[in-house]
T-cell receptor, first 115, second 118 residues
Framework: GENVEQHPSTLSVQEGDSAVIKCTYSDSASNYFPWYKQELGKGPQLIIDIRSNVGEKKDQRIAVTLNKTAKHFSLHITETQPEDSAVYFCAPRKKSGGGADGLTFGKGTHLIIQP | DTEVTQTPKHLVMGMTNKKSLKCEQH?????MYWYKQKAKKPPELMFVYSYEKLSINESVPSRFSPECPNSSLLNLHLHALQPEDSALYLC?????????????????FGPGTRLTVL
């Protein structure tokens, strides 16, 4: 099965600065790389994802970069704002033969935005 | 409507009680999931239903019994739980994907039920 490592476990940054969270995976067959955000009292929510035929994807202040050779992908948040404070999870996965698969999450990163 | 609803929000039960958690979605999704999340940990998969049939059971103890009465509803029946079962129980839904060229479809999560077993 997939072995997922996520770093750091806690990240504190000043409002307006950038934050980077890294996820390392073991299964070279993985081809889909999403990031989920979980705010207090809520379920996880997909914020950005990337597929293995793309090296980078941006959506306003957030971006995901993928290095398939090194088997890691990263979440980048620029111009951080208080509402970015949350726990972020990566959940790399591979295409299965059909049906539905559950997600295997990394251990999570608690991002704290300091005013 | 991209919402998954879960009831109740909070539940306190004794070890001899029987209770049920409920999950509902109206996005037309045909895959539904139960996850368990302990404090400061990631969600862990418990069960997957695909087209109203149980397709994955991650070796969950039989005191947890899932049920999918129709394509919009998912229940989790609880009986004789232990204090260590106290956790946040999350429901999610997505479209399942077919074949080797299938897409990875986004899972939409509900807010969860906070369960405390005394």
């Amino acid at each position: 099965g997939e072995n997922v490592e996520q770093h750091p476990s806690t990240l504190s940054v000043q409002e307006g600065d950038s934050a980077v969270i890294k996820c390392t995976y073991s299964d070279s067959a993985s081809n889909y790389f999403p990031w989920y955000k979980q705010e207090l009292g809520k379920g996880p929510q997909l914020i950005i994802d990337i597929r293995s035929n793309v090296g980078e994807k941006k959506d306003q202040r957030i971006a995901v970069t993928l290095n398939k050779t090194a088997k890691h992908f990263s979440l980048h948040i620029t111009e951080t704002q208080p509402e970015d404070s949350a726990v972020y999870f990566c959940a790399p996965r591979k295409k299965s033969g059909g049906g539905a698969d559950g997600l295997t999450f990394g251990k999570g990163t608690h991002l704290i935005i300091q005013p | 409507d991209t919402e998954v609803t879960q009831t109740p929000k909070h539940l306190v039960m004794g070890m001899t009680n029987k209770k049920s958690l409920k999950c509902e979605q109206h996005m037309g999704h045909r895959a539904m999931y139960w996850y368990k999340q302990k404090a400061k940990k990631p969600p862990e998969l418990m069960f997957v239903y695909s087209y109203e049939k149980l397709s994955i059971n991650e070796s969950v103890p039989s005191r947890f019994s899932p049920e999918c009465p129709n394509s919009s509803l998912l229940n989790l029946h609880l009986h004789a739980l232990q204090p260590e079962d106290s956790a946040l129980y999350l429901c999610a839904s997505s479209q399942p994907f077919r074949g080797t060229s299938g897409r990875h479809n986004e899972q939409f999560f509900g807010p969860g039920t906070r369960l405390t077993v005394l």
